[in-house]
C-alpha cells in the first residue's frame, strides 16, 4: 500500500521491528506494522469564532491578552497545572456550529441587519475551519 502524499516512508533503525512510519500532514511520526491498513485523520468539525482580523494578512491575530485573539488564556480559558501543561477541563476557547449561533455579543455591530442586537467591535470577524460535524464538548483531534 502506497502512502498518500501526505506521507512519506522512512526505515526503521537496525534492531527495530519492521515496518511503515511517516510524517503525517500534522507532523506526527505514525508508527505502524507494514500489514496494518493506512486510515485517514480524523476531520476536525466545522466551527465559527468570531476574532480580530489582523490588516496585514486578513488572519486572525495570534495572541493570548483578549477573548477576541486567536489563543488561549491561561487562568481564563483555560486550566494550566504546575508543570505548565493544560488541564482537560470544562474551560476552552468558546465556538459555535453556525455563525448565526456566536453570542450576539461578539457579532460585529455592522452585521446588526442579520444579527439583531449585535453589539460585538466592528473589527472582529467571522473565521471557520474544520469540516466535519459539530459536537458539543471536547475537540482535539485532528487540530495541529
Known amino acids: 500500500m502506497e502512502p498518500t502524499h501526505a506521507e512519506s516512508r522512512v526505515i526503521t533503525p537496525p534492531g527495530r521491528s519492521l515496518g511503515l512510519a511517516w510524517r503525517d500532514r500534522y507532523n506526527r511520526v505514525v508508527s505502524m506494522s507494514a500489514d496494518a491498513p493506512i486510515r485517514p485523520a480524523p476531520i476536525p468539525p466545522k466551527v465559527y469564532r468570531a476574532m480580530k482580523r489582523s490588516p496585514a494578512d486578513n488572519l486572525p491575530v495570534v495572541g493570548a491578552t ?4 486567536l489563543g488561549a488564556r491561561p487562568g481564563i480559558d483555560i486550566t494550566v497545572d504546575t508543570a505548565g501543561n493544560v488541564v482537560l477541563d470544562a474551560n476552552g476557547m468558546s465556538v459555535a456550529p453556525r455563525w448565526r449561533d456566536l453570542d450576539f455579543t461578539r457579532v ?11 453589539t460585538g467591535a466592528n473589527s ?12 458539543t464538548g471536547y475537540s482535539r483531534s485532528g487540530w495541529s
Open 124 to 135: 472582529t470577524s467571522c473565521f471557520t475551519m474544520g469540516a466535519g460535524p459539530f459536537q
Open 108 to 118: 460585529p455591530r455592522r452585521l446588526k441587519h442579520l444579527v439583531p442586537g449585535a
Open 66 to 69: 483578549s477573548s477576541s485573539d
